[in-house]
């Protein structure tokens, strides 16, 4: 089904396929079909009554029903090409059974079966037979000399009757576009606040982790003890702990975590750098564990551990000092629970 075809698709979904497959429409229809019957009647249509007459209006009222079948989609091409057919023979019936060009009912409502369908969907089937019938009736008209005042009044309704089946489609498609934007804009809109609400929560938490590690040296600072090495110590140490989770948030592992403390409590300088990620990723407990012996095995110097840009499931580990080297761990970086976003202050 082509980009079209799944528009008329969408269109007629909710829709009630554009109002058409629903019981008031097949009865409404049904009425001006009585009233077509009624109006032969007094006109003389049926007098004196012929097969061919009565078998046409007979198709036209079937083609009512396969035209409002209570299905929210387009016709199908069967029953498409049905009322398309069952029109264009009620069209030759109206047309060679008349001898001069005037308004003819059983033209009329011809029509309203194939403009109508451009209302539930079906348009090139629609615009098919309309054509089919304008190009009857105009190779009629010339071929039997009618005058082109009744050529015109034959062709009147069945023009206007397209024109509005066409103004019908374009207002539905409108209509059903701007209540489908509407609604994508407001699913982005609850996403985003989702997300809003997800990120405060996981916010608040690390706030809260923060402060707990982050009182009691305040408490103690607070009270006066000296400010000596164990003191700065442990304050870099602390330091250090709360700006991992703020640089690297896809590093922040139990393992790591206490390697770093330790190497930054005998001197060592750590940095853990790591992008931020639109996805919630973690590093891979394995991983984490060789990460964290090489972190505790630098005995001075700096050490670096990152997730580059290149590869952003591999984590490198680069120390200098009294053994300067350079490690890389492949595969590091694994998708966390999708329901946890990735950590980030």
């Given at each position: 089904m082509g980009p079209r075809g799944e528009l008329n698709v969408v269109t007629a979904r909710g829709t009630g396929a554009s109002g058409l497959a629903t019981r008031a429409a097949r009865w409404a229809m049904v009425f001006v079909w009585t009233t077509g019957i009624a109006r032969g009647l007094l006109e003389g249509v049926f007098s004196p009554p012929t097969v061919l007459v009565i078998a046409a209006h007979a198709a036209v009222l079937a083609g009512v029903f396969l035209l409002t079948a209570p299905s929210d989609r387009p016709l199908g091409r069967g029953r498409a090409a049905a009322v398309t057919a069952v029109a264009l023979a009620?069209?030759?019936v109206a047309v060679v059974t008349t001898t001069h060009a005037a308004d003819v009912w059983l033209l009329d409502f011809s029509t309203y079966l194939l403009a109508l369908m451009l209302a539930r969907g079906n348009p090139a089937f629609g615009l098919a037979g309309g054509a089919g019938q304008v190009l009857f009736v105009v190779g009629w008209g010339t071929a039997t000399a009618q005058p082109p005042s009744g050529i015109?009044?034959?062709?009147?309704?069945?023009m206007l009757s397209f024109v509005l089946g066409?103004?019908?489609?374009?207002?539905?498609?409108?209509i059903v576009a701007?209540?489908?934007a509407h609604r994508s804009e407001q699913a982005r809109a609850e996403r985003q606040a989702a997300a809003a609400e997800v990120a405060t929560r996981r916010f608040r938490r690390e706030l809260a982790e923060v402060r707990a590690e982050v009182l009691p040296v305040l408490a103690e600072l607070r009270d006066g003890i000296p400010i000596d090495d164990d003191v700065h110590a442990r304050v870099a140490v602390l330091e250090g702990t709360i700006r991992d989770r703020m640089r690297a948030p896809t590093l922040t592992h139990p393992l790591v975590t206490t390697a770093a403390a330790v190497a930054r409590a005998r001197g060592v300088r750590v940095a853990l750098l790591a992008p931020a990620s639109?996805?919630?990723v973690r590093i891979d407990d394995d991983a984490a564990a060789r990460i964290a012996a090489a972190v505790?095995?630098?005995?001075?110097?700096?050490?670096?551990?990152?997730?580059?840009d290149a590869d952003p499931t591999a984590v490198t580990i680069?120390?200098?000092?009294?053994?300067?080297g350079r490690t890389t761990v492949p595969d590091a970086v694994v998708p966390a629970d999708p329901a946890e976003p990735a950590p980030t202050l």
């Open positions: 009620a069209t030759v015109v009044a034959m062709l009147a309704i069945p066409v103004v019908w489609r374009v207002v539905l498609r409108w701007r209540e489908r639109e996805r919630p505790r095995d630098a005995s001075d110097g700096s050490v670096v551990v990152s997730v580059g680069v120390t200098d000092g009294t053994r300067p």
